[in-house]
Nanobody, 126 residues
Framework: QVQLVESGGGSVQAGNSLRLSCAVSGRIFSRYHMGWFRQAPGKEREFVAAIAWNGRSTVYADSVKGRFTISRDNIRNTMYLQMGSLKPEDTAVYYC???????????????????WGQGTQVTVSS
């Protein structure tokens, strides 16, 4: 059974950086589209970034373009989100997600992903 586990969250000051990791168990990680979402208290879950199964295509939300970088290591079965120039509005629980159907385009909505991690808290203070 496939399992996704996020790590790397924490509390930092604005302007600093964090790197989140999503470790995926399973034999076919290389065949999953992967993505990151975040959810702040009282708000809807929002798209952050996504990466194609082969790593050749990436998509970013406008709010994080130029600051965040999504990547993956298919040998280590791990996806990453390098977050730089963090802002207080980046504070949220961050979730990794996987899409097992790689015949379609890389999803950018929650409904496009069918496997989710438990989330990791990121808090950015001013």
């Amino acid at each position: 059974q496939v399992q996704l586990v996020e790590s790397g969250g924490g509390s930092v000051q604005a302007g600093n950086s964090l790197r989140l990791s999503c470790a995926v168990s399973g034999r076919i990680f290389s065949r999953y589209h992967m993505g990151w979402f975040r959810q702040a208290p009282g708000k809807e879950r929002e798209f952050v970034a996504a990466i194609a199964w082969n790593g050749r295509s990436t998509v970013y939300a406008d709010s994080v373009k130029g600051r965040f970088t999504i990547s993956r290591d298919n040998i280590r079965n791990t996806m990453y989100l390098q977050m730089g120039s963090l802002k207080p509005e980046d504070t949220a629980v961050y979730y990794c997600a996987a899409d097992r159907d790689i015949l379609g385009a890389v999803p950018t909505s929650s409904s496009g992903f069918d496997m989710w991690g438990q989330g990791t808290q990121v808090t950015v203070s001013s």
